[in-house]
């Protein structure tokens, strides 16, 4: 990846999105295209226009966090928009291509495993920052088993996501769900400029899905941590739940996410009902034969 380029494709992208009104600047001259100018981001950001003009150009070398900091405001960046910001001048930094990434971790503690399977009234998951499910309990791996069973997918949620068809089913509100995991990829991304196995993945999307390209253009950032997501699943039907995505410093590599439906709803009944047929391997239908009466 080109990291002066995101660099200058992020800060356009960003001072395209402000607008006058909202920026405060008055009195303007009419404008062509909507925005501000590159003189009215300087002023905002207390720096010289030759100074963000270079930043602009993708030139981050040397900025100070303060400076950052500022330019932030100007844009009115959002906290993952400001911590990319940083990220992306850290990637720049003396040094930073000499840093060796350590891979994503395919595996994890024995100690963590046993607490994830302890939970029984949550499904969860363990990814690792290319989306990866390493790890789940039963209710995670029936509750994912979709994307852990797609040759497409091959257990990556991003893949699953834009290379196999049945994730349009899968999640409902694929396009929101679409936004968000480009989002946050591109978050991640900015963390570990020099991860060759996350980078791979995102050239792999790039190249075939028309969906994620366009995505991926727009430099939108954004966390992963928590919110509610709606799933189709094939076995229960509909599921709304609530998640919560934790970071693992032990395992900094890893973030573990849980899943939850809120009591005494269809959802919670349905989850209930999928944790029943992954503990005892039957098939939905055989569910279905155990409630009819004989």
């Given at each position: 990846m080109d990291r002066r380029q995101d660099a200058a494709d992020f800060l356009k992208s960003r001072r395209d999105r402000m607008t006058p009104d909202k920026a405060g600047v008055f009195g303007s001259p009419r404008r062509r295209v909507p925005g501000l100018r590159r003189?009215?981001?300087?002023?905002?950001?207390?720096?010289?226009?030759?100074?963000?003009?270079?930043?602009e150009r993708g030139d981050l070398r040397g900025v100070s966090p303060e400076v950052l900091d500022a330019l932030a405001r100007a844009l009115q960046l959002d906290e993952a928009e400001t911590a990319y910001l940083h990220d992306l001048a850290a990637?720049?930094?003396?040094?930073?291509?000499?840093?060796?990434e350590k891979p994503a971790d395919a595996s994890i503690r024995p100690g963590l495993q046993r607490f994830i399977d302890a939970v029984t009234g949550a499904a969860v998951t363990v990814q690792n920052r290319r989306g990866d499910i390493v790890a789940a309990n039963a209710l995670g791996r029936a509750l994912y088993a979709p994307v852990?069973?797609?040759p497409a997918g091959r257990g990556n949620t991003a893949r699953f996501l834009y290379l196999d068809p049945t994730a349009r089913s899968f999640w409902p509100d694929w396009e929101s769900i679409a936004d968000q995991n480009v989002a946050?990829?591109?978050?991640?991304?900015?963390?570990?400029?020099?991860?060759?196995?996350?980078?791979?993945?995102?050239?792999e999307l790039v190249t075939r899905s028309d969906a994620f390209r366009v995505r991926w253009a727009s430099h939108d950032v954004r966390?992963?941590?928590?919110?509610?997501?709606?799933?189709?699943?094939?076995?229960?039907?509909?599921?709304?739940?609530?998640?919560e995505t934790m970071d693992l410093p032990a395992s900094p590599e890893l973030r573990m996410t849980a899943y939850t439906a809120a009591p005494d709803t269809?959802?919670?009944?349905?989850?209930a009902l999928l944790g029943s047929l992954a503990a005892s391997g039957a098939e939905p239908e055989d569910a279905e034969a155990s409630r009819r009466p004989t």
């Open positions: 003189e009215e981001v300087a002023f905002l950001a207390g720096v010289s226009v030759d100074y963000y003009v270079r930043m990637a720049a930094g003396p040094g930073s291509r000499r840093r060796r852990l069973g797609s946050s990829l591109r978050s991640i991304a900015g963390q570990h400029p020099h991860d060759k196995g996350l980078h791979d993945l995102i050239g966390f992963h941590r928590t919110g509610v997501k709606r799933l189709h699943h094939p076995e229960v039907g509909e599921l709304e739940l609530a998640y269809p959802g919670a009944e349905r989850l």
